[in-house]
């Protein structure tokens, strides 16, 4: 009877439990909420859509823009420092990741010690500027500046040939110039005279810190502005840049030193470490034929204090604050931001673009190590044989079809967390020295 009755209770207690009815769950709607109802979304959509959570999310004075992109960001800046900070403490072997990440970081975030050397670390660079005593010789401290990272007179690099995927080429664009296109010389509106205004301020202060007086310092603003604004009018506008056609002339190396008679390529090349070149792809011909003219109207005095510009421009902010202070008040114009970023995100925005993949093997090690990598490789096999098994099934695809669709599917590459193959960042000569003089010797290595 006691078992009759305590089924009848259990049933009685499933049937109302069946028969209640579920727990409504609520989540925050977070779209509803950036709604700006004071708007119609016939009059500004985006507005009315976004409005509060534009007005709630101001951008960040340190930044020239915000968005949800910059918030998870948050994180990954707060783990990366972690990092780096954990290997000062490890204090591992000298030429180990660990010791590397470590050296740069402290080379970097001693403040006390960057305003100490001001401009000394690039004494040697200063020096073999100072020494150019012709087109050959500029061209060459150019070429070896470049290696470092300075921006001056044009832009090499190598990537895929355009027309040929299968192949690498060396490109020759535009480039050199201090402001961030050639419309910044021409244009006339408000917010870009403010912007030429400011990069004059810059050059003047710049040529008084590295030694001019006022008059010189003067006389080389006007000078370095000139020459840049020459080389501008034949750079090629923005629109026109994006055209993949008339910024493809490929060209051999006799094609090439024709253009430009004045520049010996040859030697040029050989500063880069590159040989047995046959043939080049210039972007933009038109700006080359001006720099070859300028090489030799231009005087060479003008010229160096071009270079001593594009040196500071390029490395101002590893240097003292007094030089990242004089760079920042130009780039304010520019990019709007009101306050520099704290040092150490700007460090880790640095060691990001020059030894990325040496902290990342770091980061993989604490965050995405070899368990969760397997789990995600196994992944991404089992989709290749669930489509290796729908492919078997196909009635539309004929054999021979299904043999060509097998190949494709098993030359699919997976990347999946980090590579299966580090670089061997070994000789990379990174150390407890100036900051600069690692960022240098990174940018050289690559």
Request: aromatic share 12%; charged share 25%; with cysteine.
């Amino acid at each position: 009877m006691q078992k009759h009755l305590l089924f009848s209770v259990l049933l009685g207690v499933f049937l109302t439990a069946c028969t209640q009815p579920k727990p409504v769950i609520t989540r925050p709607d977070f779209l509803s909420a950036n709604i700006d109802s004071t708007l119609k979304p016939g009059d500004d959509f985006f507005l009315w859509a976004e409005g509060n959570w534009l007005k709630n999310n101001p951008i960040p004075e340190i930044e020239s823009s915000w968005g949800i992109g910059q918030l998870v960001n948050e994180e990954l800046y707060l783990r990366k420092r972690t990092i780096n900070e954990n290997a000062v403490q490890e204090n591992a072997a000298a030429g180990t990741i660990s010791r590397k990440i470590a050296d740069f970081w402290q080379s970097a975030m001693d403040s006390v010690a960057l305003d100490q050397a001001g401009l000394q670390p690039l004494a040697a660079d200063f020096a073999k500027i100072n020494a150019i005593a012709s087109v050959e010789s500029l061209l060459a401290v150019a070429s070896e500046l470049k290696a470092k990272g300075t921006d001056a007179l044009f832009s090499p690099y190598v990537s895929q040939d355009a027309k040929n995927s299968a192949a690498y080429a060396f490109y020759l664009d535009q480039g050199g110039l201090g402001m961030p296109n050639r419309d910044y010389y021409f244009e006339t509106d408000e917010k870009t005279k403010n912007v030429q205004a400011a990069y004059r301020q810059y050059l003047t202060a710049t040529f008084a810190q590295t030694g001019d007086d006022a008059a010189t310092a003067a006389k080389n603003t006007v000078a370095v502005y000139e020459l840049e604004k020459r080389l501008a009018k034949t750079s090629r506008k923005l629109a026109d840049l994006r055209d993949p056609y008339l910024n493809y002339n490929k060209m051999s190396l006799a094609q090439l030193s024709k253009l430009t008679p004045v520049i010996s390529w040859n030697t040029y090349l050989k500063n880069q470490g590159i040989s047995a070149l046959d043939t080049v792809i210039v972007g933009q011909p038109e700006f080359y034929t001006t720099l070859n003219y300028e090489l030799t109207a231009t005087p060479l005095a003008v010229w160096k204090a071009y270079l001593r510009i594009r040196l500071m421009q390029s490395n101002a902010a590893f240097l003292d604050d007094t030089t990242f202070a004089n760079y920042f008040e130009y780039t304010k114009a520019v990019r709007g931001a009101k306050q520099p970023r704290p040092r150490w995100k700007r460090v880790l925005d640095t060691e990001e673009r020059n030894m990325g993949e040496a902290l990342g093997q770091l980061f993989a090690k604490e965050f995405f190590n070899e368990a969760a990598k397997k789990r995600y490789n196994d992944m991404v096999e089992n989709i290749r044989t669930a489509y290796k098994e729908r492919i078997a099934k196909l009635s539309w695809m004929s054999d021979s079809t299904k043999l060509r669709a097998y190949d494709k599917l098993a030359k699919i590459n997976k990347k999946v967390g980090y590579p299966d193959q580090w670089k061997d960042f070994s000789k990379m000569d990174i150390q407890k020295q100036a900051y600069v003089l690692n960022v240098q010797n990174a940018r050289q290595w690559w």
